[in-house]
């Protein structure tokens, strides 16, 4: 019997439980492409998978991890070789299909980007699904016509995964940014970043105004809820908003006065499901928009067994920018 190494849910008297095991490869689930997996990372959505606080899996035994960089070992699927190098964000791995913490993962081919040249697979997982979907949001935002001349950007939950890229390619986009966060002891880390101002996550706390002073010209919100609702009363006249996450709480105590009375458009950020065309061009623009060595900066390393410690706090808060796992 062949097996390899993944962090396995299972699902036992209505809990679930997070294991390092030896899966047998006969147990991959169908696709038309085999990939050695190389790296994959710590999402906010693999913490609620991991610790099961959330029902994020819908099918046991689950391999966890909801995306990947690696090597192609076989394929009937046209576009991909033995050997070509590979990244999979979404669509449903880690949740419905066989995720990314395995040495191996059976796909469909029409799921996988190349990895950018430019890129190593330790690098595009350093970005990771948080670093793509930052991507998307900052795509959103400029497609919306947002320019630097338009005025500041705000970031929430600056110093978490999304949050930390979406401050350093905003920034190397020509962007003021201020980064939105309740570890004002990450102030350097933010700078560092490219921030140009560091606002207390307390002064969003509270019910919203209906319309409050008009600060920002753009956000990218990691956050949702009260966080997000006072975002959009101090959003400018024409500016736009990129809702990405629920850190702080799925819902949204909004009025209509932002949209109807400022022309406030709320963009929705979905990575998962994202049509195959915009991964691609976001993957490529993370070539350049994106600072090796502030990827570098906000990124640290972990193997499988440190995937439970790590999804513990993720969900607390308490992690700084991004998480790598080596898988192998
Ligand atoms: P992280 O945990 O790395 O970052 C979240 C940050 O939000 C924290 O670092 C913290 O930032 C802030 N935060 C945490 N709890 C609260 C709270 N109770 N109230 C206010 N702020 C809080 O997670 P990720 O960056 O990986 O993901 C961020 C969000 O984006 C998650 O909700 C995730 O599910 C979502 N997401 C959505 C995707 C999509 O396709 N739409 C894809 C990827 C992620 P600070 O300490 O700086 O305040």
Same mark, same amino acid.
């Given at each position: 019997?062949?097996?390899?190494?993944?962090?396995? =849910?299972?699902?036992?008297?209505?809990?679930?439980?997070?294991?390092?095991?030896?899966?047998?490869?006969?147990?991959?689930?169908? $696709?038309?492409?085999? /990939?050695? /997996?190389?790296? +994959?990372?710590?999402?906010?959505? *693999?913490?609620?998978?991991?610790?099961?606080?959330?029902?994020?899996?819908?099918?046991?035994?689950?391999?966890?991890? =909801?995306?990947?960089?690696?090597?192609?070992?076989?394929?009937?699927?046209?576009?991909?070789?033995?050997?070509?190098?590979?990244?999979?964000?979404?669509?449903?791995?880690?949740?419905?299909?066989?995720? $990314?913490?395995? #040495?191996?993962?059976?796909?469909?081919?029409?799921?996988?980007?190349?990895?950018?040249?430019?890129? +190593?697979?330790?690098?595009?997982?350093? =970005?990771?699904?948080?670093?793509?979907?930052?991507?998307?949001?900052?795509?959103?935002? #400029?497609?919306?016509?947002?320019?630097?001349?338009?005025?500041?950007?705000?970031?929430?939950?600056?110093?978490?995964?999304?949050?930390?890229?979406?401050?350093?390619?905003?920034?190397?986009?020509?962007?003021?940014?201020?980064?939105?966060?309740?570890?004002?002891? #990450?102030?350097?880390?933010?700078?560092?970043?490219?921030?140009?101002? =560091?606002?207390?996550?307390?002064?969003?706390?509270?019910?919203?105004?209906?319309?409050?002073?008009?600060?920002?010209?753009?956000?990218?919100?990691? /956050?949702?809820?009260?966080?997000?609702?006072?975002?959009?009363?101090?959003?400018?006249?024409?500016?736009?908003?990129?809702?990405?996450?629920?850190? $702080?709480?799925?819902?949204?105590?909004?009025?209509?006065?932002?949209?109807?009375?400022?022309?406030?458009?709320?963009?929705?950020? *979905?990575?998962?499901?994202?049509?195959?065309?915009?991964?691609? #061009?976001?993957?490529?623009?993370?070539?350049?928009?994106?600072?090796?060595?502030?990827?570098?900066?906000?990124?640290?390393?972990?193997?499988?067994?440190?995937?439970?410690?790590?999804?513990?706090?993720?969900?607390?808060?308490?992690?700084?920018?991004?998480?790598?796992?080596?898988?192998?």
């Amino acid at each position: 019997m062949a097996t390899f190494k993944a962090m396995v =849910i299972e699902k036992s008297d209505g809990a679930t439980r997070a294991a390092l095991t030896d899966f047998d490869e006969a147990n991959l689930m169908d $696709g038309d492409v085999t /990939v050695r /997996v190389e790296y +994959s990372t710590l999402n906010y959505k *693999d913490g609620l998978a991991i610790t099961g606080k959330s029902p994020v899996v819908r099918r046991f035994p689950m391999i966890a991890g =909801i995306d990947f960089a690696g090597t192609v070992e076989t394929s009937s699927h046209a576009a991909w070789k033995p050997g070509d190098q590979v990244i999979l964000n979404g669509w449903g791995c880690g949740e419905t299909h066989l995720g $990314g913490y395995g #040495e191996k993962a059976r796909v469909k081919g029409d799921w996988l980007v190349p990895l950018p040249a430019s890129m +190593s697979a330790r690098e595009a997982m350093a =970005i990771g699904t948080a670093g793509y979907t930052a991507m998307l949001a900052v795509m959103a935002l #400029e497609g919306h016509g947002l320019t630097p001349e338009r005025g500041p950007v705000a970031v929430t939950g600056a110093a978490g995964g999304v949050g930390s890229v979406a401050v350093a390619i905003l920034a190397k986009r020509g962007f003021s940014v201020s980064a939105i966060t309740g570890r004002p002891g #990450e102030a350097d880390y933010l700078k560092g970043l490219g921030a140009a101002e =560091i606002v207390e996550r307390k002064e969003f706390a509270g019910p919203p105004k209906v319309l409050a002073k008009e600060r920002w010209a753009g956000a990218v919100d990691c /956050v949702g809820s009260t966080t997000l609702a006072n975002l959009l009363s101090m959003t400018r006249y024409g500016g736009a908003v990129a809702a990405c996450g629920l850190a $702080g709480g799925m819902d949204l105590p909004t009025s209509v006065a932002p949209f109807i009375l400022r022309g406030v458009c709320l963009y929705g950020i *979905d990575s998962v499901m994202c049509p195959i065309a915009r991964r691609r #061009e976001a993957w490529k623009r993370l070539e350049n928009d994106l600072d090796h060595q502030k990827l570098a900066s906000m990124t640290h390393e972990i193997d499988l067994s440190g995937v439970p410690a790590a999804a513990a706090s993720i969900l607390d808060g308490k992690v700084r920018g991004r998480i790598v796992v080596k898988i192998g």
